[in-house]
């Protein structure tokens, strides 16, 4: 089994999820402006521990990793970010991250993408990494657009939430952007 990869900037130190972290996971994926545009969502604690095992199948089985993003000064937590449904075959995953609403607005995101892209295409041999991200947030696509990501399309109402029809807009970055 191999190390986890604890990637860090000079704020943030970007680490394996603990036990402990479930009661902030639960916090942010309960929040209703985090989830407004997340896919994933719970109503109780004992509900956030799936969350927790599906971050821990997803480096088990190889499918994926998320990292805790942290304070590099004093440890607190304040967001997510990782990749799913990693595709060896196609050399691709997919890219997401939420942050707590006490984080939104600081450069957080923006700040732990580069060394979570650069692990991705060189640690992990990615060429491809996608996004789909809900077409109403617009805060997501502006940051990924920033860090090189390319707007494709738009998958126009592909999914339901809340019981109406959602878009997902899809931006990529390739390896040899």
């Given at each position: ?73 004093d ?36 700040e ?66």
């Open positions: 089994m191999s190390l986890f990869p604890l990637l860090s900037t000079p704020r943030l130190q970007l680490r394996q999820f603990r036990p402990e972290d479930v009661q902030l996971v639960f916090q942010g994926l309960s929040h209703p402006e985090v989830i407004r545009y997340y896919g994933v969502s719970y109503k109780t604690l004992e509900d956030t521990q799936a969350q927790m095992q599906w971050f821990r199948e997803l480096e088990e089985g190889g499918t994926g990793v998320w990292w805790a993003i942290c304070s590099a000064k440890g607190a937590f304040w967001g997510a970010i990782g990749y799913n449904n990693l595709s060896r075959e196609h050399r691709k995953a997919e890219l997401g991250f939420w942050l707590l609403p006490d984080y939104w607005r600081r450069g957080v995101v923006s732990a993408l580069p060394p979570v892209l650069t692990h991705g295409f060189n640690q992990m041999g990615l060429h491809r990494i996608e996004a789909l991200v809900e077409s109403e947030n617009r805060a997501s696509k502006q940051c990924l657009l920033k860090a090189g990501f390319r707007h494709e399309g738009c998958l126009r109402d592909c999914e339901i939430k809340g019981g109406r029809f959602i878009s997902l807009d899809v931006l990529a970055r390739l390896a040899t952007d």
